[in-house]
């Protein structure tokens, strides 16, 4: 199937949303959030961002010819956009999800115990303080703080119509910040896609209609299908109306929208969550739990990492268990991933003739990163039914009669694919430490918060029964609970492997490794709506 059928207007399109920033070279980010005292300087300052705000189009093309070196993006909260005065018509219209916000959804997303509301970070202490969500991805520091000045300049225009909010923990943790930072995490002087456990993340972010994609890069992010004579490779792009309003979705139908048709119509919804990472608890666990675990010959190095990747469904070099099920061949892709990148990449003085051949390589490995299912692990033999890559993405393992007239193998994943954007933020260095400022800035693209976001959160994440794991949670971000005398309660089966000298093996007394500090479901407008916002000129008749 061609993946250009859908046609999406990228000009009209929020940046951030077809791609995400992270593919063009912005390391560095500030996430900032207003409170609208006055409903007109509200509506002026929306009317001032205009120009700042960066589309979906190419990068490339929308300054000249070169990348900015910084992006500007919005969003609003359901009291955000009552503040700036849209009729009430239109405000009744938007999904109950996002009307009611992420803290009256705590018990559906599982954030209890330390996740708790009552815990996160001061901003998010009165949810209806925080009305817009403004985001900076930059290419360096110093660009970044030029936009945020930028930003701050409008600000005082307004008169204290509009109030940057302070209260984020970041940073050292001992002051309260006006913004919520985020940076890649830098290794070997190169920013990179890991996370403070020390995974790479983003792999495999869904392809779908509209992008522009290549074939290749559907493998593995699409949605999986029969194989036939127009999709051989058994992967097709998903519809765009899985993430962007206006357009069809994966039942042939137009996603519940607001209105009018032109508030929604190339917009989406977005989820904002700050995750607490619990470094030191994860590295004492896996430390100490994985000198019990897996094949005698494998050294205690070997041992940690191979139930490390048994966590989450993948190495800690991004290759997947289902194709790579033992430290030896791991280590391998690893090594061949490394070598082509630094050739493709890094390696100044490389000849053509090299750098085509380690293109011809990362190509390759890339795809065996991202193309795989399921199907010759039913079992979890290689990669648990429990880890963290299974649970949130199964890849159509979780259909049963797929030979019968239900011949649809992604049908139950298909309608829960999110877009993952954000980056980690603070620093981890210090691997036994569990209360400093370090963590992932979680963001949701997604039509459907409620079909999408949360029913991963609280079906696949915190309830394993569709994994025939009872209640079960995902080892990675599971809201792990305690025993009456306070001691860690968590558990996960890891399968066995008789061929690789992998026993069944039960984790037990696992602690919470990730933690909720705050955040809120917000609406991304495309350019047209923004600019009816701002001109008051919303009509739902």
């Known amino acids: 199937m061609n993946t250009r059928n859908t046609v999406l207007d990228l000009h009209d399109i929020q940046g951030n949303i077809v791609f995400g920033y992270g593919r063009w070279g912005y390391p560095v980010s ?35 010819g070169t990348a900015p070196p910084a992006t500007t993006n919005v969003a609003f909260t359901y009291a955000g956009l009552r503040e700036l005065g849209l009729p009430d ?12 916000g992420m803290k009256a959804r705590k018990d559906i997303l599982g954030d209890d115990g330390p996740s708790a509301p009552e815990h996160w970070d001061p901003i998010w202490l009165n949810q209806y303080d925080v009305h817009v969500f403004l985001s900076i991805n930059a290419t360096s520091d110093t660009q970044l703080e030029q936009r945020y000045e930028q930003i701050l300049q409008l600000i005082d225009k307004t008169s204290d119509g509009v109030i940057l ?40 972010n869904p392809v779908f209609k509209g992008q522009g994609r290549n074939r290749a890069e559907t493998v593995g992010a699409g949605k999986p299908t029969r194989a036939s004579a127009t ?89 997947p268990l289902s194709t790579y099920p033992d430290y030896a061949s791991a280590e391998e892709f690893g090594e061949q991933w490394q070598s082509a990148t630094e050739v493709l990449f890094y390696q100044a003085d490389a000849t053509t003739e090299e750098k085509n051949n380690a293109r011809e390589k990362y ?5 065996q990163r991202r193309g795989f299912n399921y199907d010759y692990d039913v079992d979890g033999a290689k990669c648990p039914l429990g880890a963290h890559t299974r649970r949130t993405n199964p890849r159509g393992s979780l259909e ?46 997604n039509a459907s918060i409620e079909r999408q976001f949360e029913f991963v959160q609280q079906q696949w994440i915190n309830y394993g029964n569709d994994f025939k794991l009872s209640n079960e949670k995902d080892v990675l971000l599971g809201n792990h609970g305690e ?54 000129i919303i009509d739902p008749t």
């Not at 018509?89 to 009611?100: C, H, I, L, V």
């Not at 190509?363 to 795809?367: C, D, P, Q, V």
């Open 165 to 204: 909010l302070s209260g984020h923990r970041d940073g050292d943790g001992s002051t309260l910040s006006d913004y919520q930072s985020g940076n890649a995490i830098v290794i070997d002087g190169k920013p990179t896609a890991n996370e403070h456990f020390h995974y790479v993340d983003g792999i495999s």
């Open 400 to 445: 049963f009669d797929t030979q019968g007239a239900f011949d649809t193998p992604g049908a139950m994943v298909n309608r829960r694919r999110i877009l993952r954007r954000g980056l980690p933020y603070g620093n981890s260095s210090d691997r036994t430490n569990n209360s400093a400022e370090h963590g992932t800035i979680f963001m949701v693209i």
């Open 89 to 100: 018509e239109s405000m009744r219209s938007f999904p109950e999800d996002f009307r009611m």
């Open 483 to 536: 025993t009456q005398d306070g001691n860690p309660d968590g558990r996960t089966v890891i399968n066995g492997n008789k061929t690789l000298g992998q026993p069944t093996f039960m984790c037990s007394g696992m602690p919470r490794f990730v933690e909720t500090r705050g955040g809120d479901y917000f609406f991304i407008p495309s350019l047209t709506a923004l600019r009816m916002i701002a001109e008051g």
């Open 30 to 64: 500030r996430y900032l959030f207003f409170k609208i005292n006055n409903k007109r300087q509200g509506m002026a300052f929306m009317k001032s961002l205009v120009p700042l705000i960066t589309s979906s189009a190419p990068l490339d093309k929308q300054n000249n």
């Open 363 to 367: 190509e390759t490995l890339k795809a």
């Open 231 to 319: 999709t051989d490779d058994g992967w097709e792009a998903l519809e765009a109306g899985e993430f962007v309003l206006g357009h069809k979705d994966e039942s042939g139908e137009y996603p519940i929208a607001p209105k009018p048709r032109l508030l929604s119509f190339n917009g989406s919804f977005m989820v904002y969550r700050k995750l607490h990472q619990n470094v030191g608890k994860f590295t004492s666990y896996l430390e100490t739990t994985s000198k019990h675990y897996g094949d005698t010959k494998l050294s205690t190095d070997e041992k940690q990492e191979t139930l490390k990747a048994k966590f989450a469904g993948r190495w800690s070099n991004g290759a």
